[in-house]
């Protein structure tokens, strides 16, 4: 009886599929991140996997590395210090757990990085930033105890509103799953609010916009930044504050002053003050800005 066949050349290439620098294939990916889940002895496995995380990576080994990644943070997140006390984890000697706690902040920050750039960047494949862009709302879930990580949030944000390309498929993406929750609205629009003041102080003593008076190319990255803050607003589902009453939070704590169930009459009250106060600060941030003829003429027709 003939013995069976060995495999193909072609199966064994898809088995051992190896990243564009040659050094890890597909079940190699998997094993780091079986390994690195396993036990602290595989932390090295962690900074292997991160490298990964690039838009021009092979997309199905850096979806391993991602969830890989994620499932390995997701349980440690209360462990992880703030960024100054794991800053000073180098004055506490050779204590293993301090030493371990700034290891832990360091690649986590890292990985935060790597997220926002495969949510943002133009190269991303679609199933890659779709994932990405879950994995970092889910850190703004879970970063502060219940509390909204409005930090984490900002830096995306930051490089939203700073991207050089269209960023069309990331905005669908927030509109279909994350502009529906209160606290997401709220925290968006106090970024963009900062975000746009930040830009607005580059105004000069003079009255003359520093955005004005650049370079042709600074004066056309500026104009893509109002764009991309101006495209952000816009997608925000406008609310009507009078008659809002119950309200999806995506973190647990939401934007209650006290943590409360948000369903009461008072809570909803304070809410709608609060996310109020936030949109009119944010728009007004924004159209103190110079704005693009074209902006101007959609700003006109989109607000009330």
């Known amino acids: 009886m003939a013995t069976s066949p060995l495999p193909t050349a072609t199966a064994s290439a898809s ?3 190896r990243s564009r620098g040659g050094t890890l294939a597909l079940d190699e990916v998997k094993k780091l991140g079986t390994e690195l889940l396993s036990s602290r002895s595989h932390l090295n496995h962690a900074p ?3 490298a990964l995380l690039s838009p021009t990576a092979p997309l199905d080994l850096a979806l391993e590395a991602l969830i890989s990644l994620q499932s390995f943070f997701v349980p440690l997140i209360p462990s992880i210090p703030s960024a100054s006390a794991a800053a000073n984890a180098g004055d506490a ?4 757990e301090l030493v371990f706690g700034a290891w832990l902040r360091q690649r986590f920050d890292e990985l935060v990085a790597a997220l926002v750039e ?3 960047s133009p190269h991303s494949d679609d199933a890659i930033r779709d994932v990405a862009l ?3 709302m889910d850190f703004v879930k879970l970063g502060k105890d219940g509390k909204f990580h409005s930090a984490i949030y900002h830096k995306f944000l930051y490089a939203v509103v700073h991207a050089a390309d269209p960023v069309d498929m990331l905005l669908e993406l927030l509109v279909s799953k994350y502009f529906k929750y209160t606290d997401i609205r709220y925290f968006t629009y106090t970024s963009l609010d900062k975000i746009a003041n930040s830009l607005g102080s580059k105004t000069t003593g003079s009255g003359k916009d520093a955005l004005q008076n650049g370079s042709d190319e600074s004066k056309n990255r500026s104009s893509i930044f109002i764009h991309n803050i101006y495209n952000l607003l816009a997608h925000v589902p406008l609310m009507d504050f009078q008659k809002e009453s119950t309200f999806d939070m995506w973190s647990t704590v939401g934007l209650s002053s006290k943590g409360e169930n948000d369903s009461s009459k008072d809570t ?3 809410i709608n003050k609060k996310l109020k106060l936030k949109f009119t600060k944010a728009w007004l941030s924004f159209l103190k800005l110079p704005l693009p003829l074209d902006v101007y003429k959609e700003v006109k027709m989109f607000l009330p």
């Open 15 to 17: 088995k051992k599929r």
């Open 48 to 50: 292997a996997l991160l």
């Open 93 to 96: 000697g050779s204590d293993p």
């Open 118 to 120: 495969l949510s943002v």
């Open 134 to 136: 879950d994995a970092l």
């Open 268 to 270: 909803s009250t304070y």
